[in-house]
């Protein structure tokens, strides 16, 4: 069965430092999103992504983030210069279509700023 | 703007008793609603949705159906068993832009032997 996979699973990096997390979407999905969780508290949406382009961001997605699709398969989330306050869980999801609703999620990727 | 609210966890059961986890949300427009899972150390997979009113989405013995009237989106099982036990969250997405999810704050499941 078709799944999302990331990597790395675990990141541990200091304050300041730039940060890059990847994600392989299903092969024939056309969105893509991040969503993050700190620890204990509720999943957030962060950006979704069409056609190379982004179509939709939260408040929480500041210039410090950005994503790209660098090639057919990877889909990343860059976060410049990292806050002690990005710590969490990140989970990439992809779906097939705007009116197929179902989105298929990631294993996630757990970022540790020091 | 479009929320979810989930009733405060941890439910805390016996093997083989009933479930319902309460679930109620505020949208504009007609929302597409979901319950995903995340068992321990793992990443969210959909359990169910539902896309339009009186609807029941169901699976693996789960069900919920949408209840506009109600605005609300229960999840509902007969007889839970420990292998159930994980986070179960609520979620949305509108009839407009990309279909973000919109996510409830989680509820933990523990079923003990």
């Known amino acids: 069965e078709p799944e999302v996979t990331q990597t790395p699973s675990h990141q541990v990096t200091q304050m300041g430092q730039e940060v890059i997390l990847r994600c392989v979407p299903i092969s024939n999905h056309l969105y893509f999103y991040w969503y993050r969780q700190i620890l204990g508290q509720k999943v957030e949406f962060l950006v979704s992504f069409y056609n190379n382009e982004i179509s939709e961001k939260s408040e929480i997605f500041d210039d410090q983030f950005s994503v790209e699709r660098p090639d057919g398969s990877n889909f990343t989330l860059k976060i410049r210069s990292t806050k002690l306050e990005d710590s969490a869980m990140y989970f990439c999801?992809?779906?097939?279509?705007?009116?197929?609703?179902?989105?298929?999620f990631g294993p996630g990727t757990r970022l540790t700023v020091t | 703007g479009d929320s979810v609210t989930q009733m405060e966890g941890p439910v805390t059961l016996s093997e083989e008793a009933f479930l319902t986890i309460n679930c109620t949300y505020t949208?504009?427009?007609?929302?597409?609603l979901f319950w995903y899972v995340q068992y321990p150390g793992e990443g969210l997979q959909l359990l169910l949705k539902?896309?339009?009113?009186?609807d029941k989405g169901s699976n693996k013995g789960f069900e919920a159906t949408y209840r506009k009237e109600t605005t609300s989106f229960h999840l509902e099982k007969g007889s839970v068993q420990v292998s159930d036990s994980a986070v179960y969250f609520c979620a949305l997405t509108s009839n407009t832009g990309f279909q973000k999810l919109v996510f409830g704050t989680g509820t933990r499941l523990l079923v003990s032997p």
């Open positions: 539902a896309t339009k009113a009186d």
């Open positions: 949208a504009t427009g007609y929302p597409s």
């Open positions: 999801a992809s779906s097939g279509g705007r009116t197929s609703y179902e989105q298929y």
